[in-house]
T-cell receptor
Framework: SQQGEEDPQALSIQEGENATMNCSYKTSINNLQWYRQNSGRGLVHLILIRSNEREKHSGRLRVTLDTSKKSSSLLITASRAADTASYFCATDGNDYKLSFGAGTTVTVRA | SQTIHQWPATLVQPVGSPLSLECTVEGTSNPNLYWYRQAAGRGLQLLFYSVGIGQISSEVPQNLSASRPQDRQFILSSKKLLLSDSGFYLC??????????????????FGDGTRLSIL
């Protein structure tokens, strides 16, 4: 079943601007992961944040996690055309599975 | 380094025909393996996962089946395809968390997918 839900569904920004997308979930998690999917390709893992972490950085990516609100955000700074993709959050429960949201489609305009 | 191969990239099949999609992983041992289906513009639906040879867990009852005949080989099959089986099928692997006595799932690494069209 789908636990994570991304918001917004779609986002269009100018190159150089920042892009922020949010993920909400319903049950307790061990960790939350963000993935990117280019059109017609498989998903690529971007970043994992554990339930006891509040913020994590990786290059131009910044992820926050608020377990009290059951939400996470992904910020892409100084966006580039190559950042055009769909972004998915995935929550890790107490089994061997990840639950993926429906994704946010980001379009970066040159 | 680890790699995952999934084939074919594109497949067009008539309704009622059989299906076999194959996925292999290199460079790691005893991985967790996953099959997902993705409808156009949607998220991923987990179909099957496996934590070891011959161990298959089914998430969604349907006319698909999966097998893991070897440690790094995962096969998705159907005896008779339906129109509703059309979609983008993705295979993924992750490090088996039991090897690390961990309760957390590790990141998953995906193949490039198979676009399946049923006519």
């Amino acid at each position: 079943s789908q636990q994570g839900e991304e918001d917004p569904q779609a986002l269009s920004i100018q190159e150089g601007e920042n892009a922020t997308m949010n993920c909400s979930y319903k049950t307790s998690i061990n960790n939350l992961q963000w993935y990117r999917q280019n059109s017609g390709r498989g998903l690529v893992h971007l970043i994992l944040i554990r339930s006891n972490e509040r913020e994590k950085h990786s290059g131009r990516l910044r992820v926050t996690l608020d377990t009290s609100k059951k939400s996470s955000s992904l910020l892409i700074t100084a966006s580039r055309a190559a950042d055009t993709a769909s972004y998915f959050c995935a929550t890790d429960g107490n089994d061997y599975k990840l639950s993926f949201g429906a994704g946010t489609t980001v379009t970066v305009r040159a | 380094s680890q790699t995952i191969h999934q084939w074919p990239a594109t497949l067009v099949q008539p309704v009622g025909s059989p299906l076999s999609l194959e996925c292999t992983v290199e460079g790691t041992s005893n991985p967790n393996l996953y099959w997902y289906r993705q409808a156009a513009g949607r998220g991923l639906q987990l179909l099957f996962y496996s934590v070891g040879i011959g161990q298959i867990s089914s998430e969604v009852p349907q006319n698909l089946s999966a097998s893991r005949p070897q440690d790094r080989q995962f096969i998705l099959s159907s005896k008779k395809l339906l129109l509703s089986d059309s979609g983008f099928y993705l295979c993924a692997w992750s490090v088996n968390r039991r090897l690390y006595s961990s309760h957390s799932n590790q990141p998953q690494h995906f193949g490039d997918g198979t676009r399946l069209s049923i006519l």
